[in-house]
């Protein structure tokens, strides 16, 4: 079935450094892909998304580049801030209906 | 102006009993899921409708029902609590289209004592 693959956390950074957490996925055909991110005690929030191969998406800062032939979408930022702290989601989806199949979160501290 | 709002918030009950979670989007949209994070943040779909039609029912014990009166809302029942299912709830919504994001609540954090 489909499932995304994301890199074990949690990933301690200090601010201004740059930040890569690595998302694969195994899906027949060709998904949108998401990055949700979640704020300690809040719910998940939309960071970012593509919906085919080569396309970027961003936001605040953060970046992810759909892959298709290596079937990955990594999450990118130049500079992260304390702010950034947070737990983030890889996910995929297929149809208008279907839910979204998530990755295990990655957590994401960065301090002073 | 909240767009998915559930409650309540937090809920701690002891084993045995039964609870409902409410959740409400004033998105206009079609589709209304649940899903269900653990203690380790792993997020897994529980239900989903569209159009107040259940459209996915994953491998969820009976005692959960989910029910909705209308496509704004999709309320979660859940009997006779077990330990296991402690965990927070999400409920989330999206227009269709494969490539609209869904909307989520703040989550209901349920413990059982």
């Known amino acids: 079935g489909d499932s995304v693959t994301q890199m074990e956390g949690p990933v301690t950074l200090s601010e201004e450094a740059f930040l890569t957490i690595n998302c694969t996925y195994t899906?027949?055909?060709?998904?949108?892909l998401f990055w949700y991110v979640q704020y300690p005690g809040e719910g998940l929030q939309l960071l970012l998304k593509?919906?085919?191969?080569?396309d970027k998406g961003s936001n605040k800062g953060f970046e992810a580049t759909y892959r298709k032939e290596t079937t990955s979408f990594h999450l990118e930022k130049g500079s992260v801030q304390v702010s950034d702290s947070a737990v983030y989601f890889c996910a995929l989806r297929f149809s208008g209906n279907t839910p979204l199949v998530f990755g295990k979160g990655t957590r994401l501290s960065v301090i002073a | 102006d909240t767009a998915v709002s559930q409650t309540p918030k937090y809920l701690v009950t002891q084993m045995g009993n039964d609870k409902s979670i409410k959740c409400e989007q004033n998105?206009?949209?079609?589709?209304m899921y649940w899903y269900k994070q653990d203690s380790k943040k792993f997020l897994k779909i529980m239900f989903s409708y569209n159009n107040k039609e259940l459209i996915i029912n994953e491998t969820v014990p009976n005692r959960f029902s989910p029910k909705s009166p209308d496509k704004a809302h999709l309320n979660l029942h859940i009997n006779s609590l077990e330990l296991g299912d402690s965990a927070v709830y999400f409920c989330a919504s999206s227009p269709g289209g494969q490539n609209q994001p869904q909307h989520f609540g703040d989550g209901t954090r349920l413990s059982i004592l």
């Open positions: 593509a919906t085919k191969a080569d």
């Open positions: 998105l206009g949209h079609d589709t």
């Open positions: 899906a027949t055909g060709y998904p949108s």
